[in-house]
């Protein structure tokens, strides 16, 4: 159930109103906007429009309940896919739905990922075991455990296992491409 004074007046503080000010620009009273924070009334809902447009809030956005985000992943949140030679483990389910869209990308001996394709938005990688090199179609960037690196989407490029043995980035893109 949604408390509407509670919410009215989380609203007034976070924009810094008294309730004094708040029935000024509503023209209401400063008793019936204590009223109303006290939950003692309940507004009809053209006066609850008019209090909302002056917190600048939506109805929509008013009567709807916050979600619960989930902040933490461990490993049983995690799942694995085919990348190239190598495999992806998708560190966020549903991370396409965010910004940002982070794996770890794991490449056997002389692996290689799929052939990143142009796209408007950004990589970062950080090297977690290894060695690779980051080929665009121009250049070759060699990087080891401890490096990281920073690509324009907009350049095709791939990465490669250049150590003998296993390799692992932390691989991030933005907006979520993987």
């Excluded at 770890?104 to 290689?112: A, K, Q």
Aim: net charge negative; charged share 30%.
């Amino acid at each position: 159930m949604v408390e509407i004074g509670r919410k009215i007046k989380q609203y007034r503080l976070q924009l810094g109103l008294t309730q004094e000010e708040l029935a000024d620009r509503t023209e209401l009273t400063k008793g019936y906007i204590s009223q109303l924070e006290n939950d003692l009334c309940s507004p009809s809902i053209a006066t609850l429009q008019d209090i909302l447009n002056i917190l600048g809030v939506s109805l929509q956005e008013f009567f709807t309940e916050p979600k619960n985000e989930k902040v933490v992943y461990t490993s049983a949140d995690y799942f694995t896919s085919k990348n190239g030679d190598g495999n992806n483990t998708w560190l966020i389910p549903n991370s396409q739905r965010k910004e940002m869209e982070p794996i770890i990308l794991t490449l056997p001996e002389n692996g290689r990922c799929e052939e990143r394709l142009p796209f408007e938005g950004e990589e970062f990688g950080y090297v977690l075991e290894g060695k690779i090199e980051i080929v665009t179609l121009k250049e070759k960037h060699k990087l080891k455990k401890g490096d990281s690196f920073s690509i324009d989407g907009k350049k095709q490029h791939t990465v490669v296992n250049a150590n003998k043995g296993v390799s692992r980035i932390l691989w991030v893109t933005t907006p979520s491409n993987f």
